[in-house]
């Protein structure tokens, strides 16, 4: 680097006086060199060699100004403040007589920053990376910084052997071009993962646990395997949550090293563990200070008791359902304080949870942002507080599954903070949008429509609004689709969501009931909520429908269905729904109560009941994994005619595939066994039952797979059809099975194996039910 002189001329001999300072002496300041007194008063000075930087603006820096006398130790320091503003190159200052002579050498302005070589970082990342920014001052320093701050993200995604090297481009008028250049290497990859200390978990369970994956073929679309520094400390973290989950409330994971191999292409990751001893839940008490609650009502909101396996994540929804518990039945402001004792000799843990009330809080407003697309009152109205009522911290909770269920954002995060009052808060809400277009064109397989290809256009957030605007159309061996539907969630910004349906359907039911079936129409939708957990939803159909292409040797009873009939029918469901989630639930139960009246107007009359039930229990106390869950679900429907007008076959209940595994589709209920094709008939009266056992399989979760083994039962009955042949036995039927889901990164796949173990001789069976679909 050029050495920078400084030269101060004796003004009554004019013999130069020298001190020599390194260009980086801004950086680290030495004493000046020691130099002859001066003498004599600053008359100006004189600035030369600036193009873009005023000359007042250099003067400012000086700490000599006119009229000051002159002194060597302040010049020197002028010299380094000069430098250490960045602007300048060089900086040389001078005495001549009674005036000063500074003469700089500005640097550059940067005019353009790019990037060559990159394609696992885009341009946009690492623009927001570096520090240099067009029309800015440039320095080789800041360059150099930059190159590291380059080099460091690339080493976060894994790429330690990329390399970069800063190029400056000399342009007119003192600008520069900057080019990193970049040779990003290969992705250092995660090739084993060990664990010390571990004696209650093998090596191969902890390691579904972490989020770090060790390399493997299937984890071509995943990064899992990609060795991340910050991953490591939030596997730390998951894992010490495991095992506080599993009894070890005194857990330390002392330790997560990675060794990086010679070569420079894989690391070797290692995790230690001390486990401590496995506890047990001692004793369990609720105390309460507060008028009104019941402390024994209380305790079934206590998902362990004594005996049970200490579980770190059982207390925290503890707290979680007792605060909701209370705060639901109206008592504000309360607080749910967890006191765990551990007793080491005994290995028991103590807790007793202290029902208090709390600050005395009120939302004093509530703060949207990431929003760019999305309307505020889309979100303002899933929230279960407005600004003024009291803090509820199951409301909040509450409101923000609400949001995440609208699955217009990727992620929802509600932090109170507080207020402009120690009394008041602030629920500051982030999201971060998600694409909610899809232009979906798809292809696979089912078992009851056969080969199939579809073709959809959706937005599910048009222009924001929260209204779902979706065209389907589906082509398939045994089916044929058309649907145009719009749904407004809140119509008119009101507790009322309205939509209405424009549909074409044509199935082929050919190997099934002898004859096709072809239905086109309208619906119109409506419903309402009465609270947080009851939802009621009208709608009114207007549909025509054919029965077409009956086959000669089908059933009489299906020859006598042929022809075209006019449906009007107004329709009504109410859902009492309790589950932790709409989309993935894994606790909880919901309960629909629903009714059809066909016959104001049209063709046909009767009147049609049905009521369901789905309860989900989660197993992660026994299991360790929050993927093993206890599915049971029933459901019960009734159609009985009225006005004497029969109702047609295609409104009848069939058993059988999706509602009864084992069995083929309307495989099972009363059958013509007389005709040549042996045609279901349908019936009144159904009921099913189901009891699914939902697990994971045993191989790497980026895999995937999830498996299930249930029972079935089921019956179909009371067909008004009667001669010789027809069968109608309300015996119950029953299969079981076992069938996997596969999230493969080109669709879902479900496989279902199922034995039917009670049937009757006409029952028609199915073994495996397949599907799989795929959209891109």
């Known amino acids: ?126 623009a927001a990376e570096v520090t240099l920014r067009p029309r800015a001052v440039f320095t080789p320093q800041q360059a150099q910084a930059d190159r590291q701050r380059i080099l460091d993200l690339y080493a976060r995604r894994g790429r330690f052997a990329a390399t970069v090297e800063p190029k400056v481009i000399e342009l007119d008028q003192n600008r520069v071009d900057v080019v990193f250049e970049i040779a990003e290497g290969p992705a250092a990859l995660v090739s084993r993962v060990n664990f010390v200390g571990n004696t209650a978990f093998s090596d191969s369970r902890l390691r579904d646990v972490i989020a770090t994956r060790e390399q493997a073929w299937y984890n071509l679309l995943s990064s899992a395997d990609v060795y991340d520094p910050e991953r490591l400390a ?41 486990e401590g001893p496995r506890y047990s839940i001692g004793n369990v008490e609720i105390t309460s200070t507060l008028r009104g609650v019941d402390t024994e009502a209380l305790r079934r909101e206590v998902p362990f008791s004594e005996g049970d396996r200490y579980d770190g994540d059982a207390v925290e929804r503890a707290v979680e359902a007792l605060s909701d518990s209370v705060g639901l039945a109206g008592v504000p402001f309360v607080e749910v304080r967890p006191r765990v004792t551990r007793n080491r000799e005994a290995e028991t843990v103590d807790v007793t949870f202290e029902v208090t009330e709390g600050n005395r809080l009120y939302v004093e407003r509530i703060d949207i942002t990431g929003n760019t697309r999305t309307a505020d009152r889309v979100i303002r109205r899933e929230f279960r507080l407005a600004e003024g009522d009291p803090l509820n911290p199951a409301q909040v909770r509450r409101s923000r599954q609400r949001i995440r269920d609208l699955g217009y954002f990727g992620n929802v995060d509600v932090q109170v903070v507080p207020g402009s ?149 107004l329709g009504q469901t109410i859902a009492y729904d309790v589950r932790d989630s709409r989309i993935e639930p894994r606790q909880g139960y919901i309960l629909r109560l629903g009714s059809d009246v066909a016959g104001l107007g049209g063709d046909v009359a009767y009147l049609r009941l049905r009521a369901d039930v789905a309860g989900y229990i989660p197993l992660e106390r026994i299991f360790g994994d929050r ?39 309307a495989g099972a209920g009363p059958r013509d066994t007389a005709s040549a094709t042996n045609d279901p008939l349908g019936g009144r009266t159904i009921w099913t039952q189901t009891t699914e056992f939902r697990f994971p399989l045993p191989l790497p979760q980026e895999i995937g797979l999830l498996g299930r083994a249930f029972v079935d039962i089921g019956s179909l009955s009371g067909t008004p059809l009667t001669g010789p042949g027809v069968q109608d036995d309300a015996s119950p039927r029953v299969g079981a099975g076992v069938g996997i889901s596969w999230r493969t990164p080109v669709g879902l796949i479900n496989i279902d194996l199922a034995q039917a173990l009670v049937k009757e001789p006409y029952d028609e069976t199915q073994v495996l039910r397949f599907g799989f679909g795929t959209r891109f």
Request: proline share 4%; charged share 25%; aromatic share 10%.
């Open 1 to 126: 680097m050029a050495a920078t002189r400084l030269l101060l001329l004796a003004a009554s001999a004019l013999v130069p006086i020298v001190l020599t300072l390194p260009a980086e002496a801004q950086q680290r300041p030495r004493a000046p060199a020691a130099a002859p007194a001066q003498s004599g008063v600053v008359r100006a000075i004189e600035v030369t060699g600036n193009q873009r930087i005023e000359a007042d603006t250099i003067r400012s820096y000086m700490l000599l100004q006119p009229g000051d006398p002159f002194n060597a130790d302040r010049l020197d320091r002028s010299l380094r403040t000069l430098f250490a503003t960045g602007l300048f190159r060089d900086v040389r200052i001078a005495r001549q007589g009674d005036v000063l002579r500074v003469a700089v050498q500005e640097n550059p302005i940067v005019n353009r920053v790019a990037f060559e070589g990159n394609s696992k970082a885009s341009d946009e990342v690492l």
């Open 234 to 274: 939030f596997d730390r973290e998951l894992l010490r949550r495991f095992y506080l989950r599993q009894g070890f409330a005194d857990v330390q994971v002392t330790g997560a090293t990675a060794e990086l191999a010679p070569d420079q292409s894989s690391f070797f990751v290692t995790f230690t563990v001390n």
């Open 421 to 569: 009052r120690p009394d008041r808060v602030i629920l500051n809400t982030s999201i971060t949008e998600r694409p909610t277009g899809e232009v979906s064109l798809g292809g696979g397989f089912s078992t009851d429509a056969g080969l199939l290809a579809d073709f959809g256009i959706r937005e599910r957030n048009f222009l924001g609004s929260g209204i779902d605007a979706r065209l389907q159309t589906l082509l398939a061996q045994r089916r044929s689709q058309i649907d145009f539907s719009v749904t407004d969630p809140a119509f008119l910004d009101r507790n009322l969501s309205a939509g209405f349906d424009l549909f074409y359907l044509q199935r082929d039911l050919i190997n099934v009931a002898s004859y096709r079936e072809r239905r086109y129409g309208t619906v119109l939708r409506a419903g309402y909520e009465f609270n947080e957990r009851v939802r009621q939803s009208w709608s009114y159909s207007l549909v025509q429908r054919n029965v077409f292409d009956v086959e000669p040797t089908a059933s009489r009873f299906i020859r006598e269905q042929s022809g075209e009939t006019l449906l009007s029918q």
């Open 627 to 665: 993927d093993y869950v206890l599915v049971l679900q029933a459901g019960v429907g009734w159609l009985n005619p009225w006005g004497g007008r029969d109702e047609r076959i295609i409104d009848r209940f069939f058993l059988g595939g999706d509602n009864l595994r084992g069995f083929a589709l």
